[in-house]
């Protein structure tokens, strides 16, 4: 079974400018998380989909958006980029949402 | 509000030493722990889920308990290796039906040839 994929695997983008990820979870999964890491903050929790409706929401502004489609890939979007939106976004996928999350290989975004 | 912290930060150890990794957790109402692994630059490897019902899982070298009462999760890494050197971490997912993970900030693990 292919694991969760993530693309693109790396983006530099322009400070104001707007970017789109996406993640494309395990078949049969319906759950989608997304987490930003960074040095100084870790691992945070943005957002979590399950059946196209978005169930759970972190402390993130609202520059920080996301959907999911029915084949339940998931797409984020980051609009008006700030220099501190530098980091390793994370996808996971999970049968439910509560039960083991499996996590891709995340995109690596550079905001100079 | 859940917080998860992880002891120690960093740790470093000659090949073939047993350890062991803490997580503590503030709230016990949760639905499952699950511990990871993350090498530089990479997504996050799972290793153990532990269910709130379970105390604790296994999996070859590695075993992982759990204590709700007290807050508590160890994983016990036997007879270590140096490609066990990495970041591990530690996630609860909240019983509230939140569907939100919160991580530690996990322990560097560096073991020595």
């Known amino acids: 079974k292919a694991g969760v994929t993530q693309t693109p695997r790396y983006l530099i983008k322009t400070r104001g400018q707007q970017v789109t990820l996406s993640c494309s979870p395990i078949?049969?999964?319906?759950?989608v998380s997304w987490y930003q890491q960074t040095p100084g903050q870790g691992l945070q929790f943005l957002f979590e989909?399950?059946?196209?409706?978005?169930?759970n929401k972190g402390n993130f502004p609202g520059r920080f958006s996301g959907r999911q489609f029915s084949n339940s890939r998931s797409e984020m979007n980051v609009s008006t980029l700030e220099l501190g939106d530098s980091a390793l976004y994370l996808c996971?996928?999970?049968?439910?949402?509560?039960?083991?999350?499996?996590f891709g290989p995340g995109t690596r975004l550079t905001v100079t | 509000k859940q917080e998860v912290t992880q002891i120690p930060a960093a740790l470093s150890v000659p090949e073939g030493e047993n350890l062991v990794l803490n997580c503590s957790f503030t709230?016990?109402?949760?639905?499952?722990l699950q511990w990871f692994r993350q090498d530089p630059g990479k997504g996050l490897t799972s290793l153990l889920l532990?269910?709130?019902?379970?105390r604790e899982q296994t999996s070859g070298r590695l075993n992982a308990s759990l204590d709700k009462s007290s807050g508590r999760s160890t994983l016990y890494i036997a007879a270590s290796q140096p490609g066990d050197s990495a970041t591990y971490l530690c996630?609860?997912?909240?019983?509230?039906?939140?569907?939100?993970?919160?991580f530690g900030t996990g322990t560097r693990l560096k073991v020595l040839a």
């Open positions: 709230d016990s109402a949760i639905y499952n």
């Open positions: 996971a996928s999970s049968m439910q949402g509560a039960n083991e999350q499996y």
């Open positions: 078949s049969g999964h319906r759950s």
């Open positions: 989909y399950f059946s196209e409706t978005q169930r």
């Open positions: 532990i269910q709130s019902s379970q």
């Open positions: 996630a609860v997912i909240s019983s509230s039906g939140t569907y939100k993970y919160i």
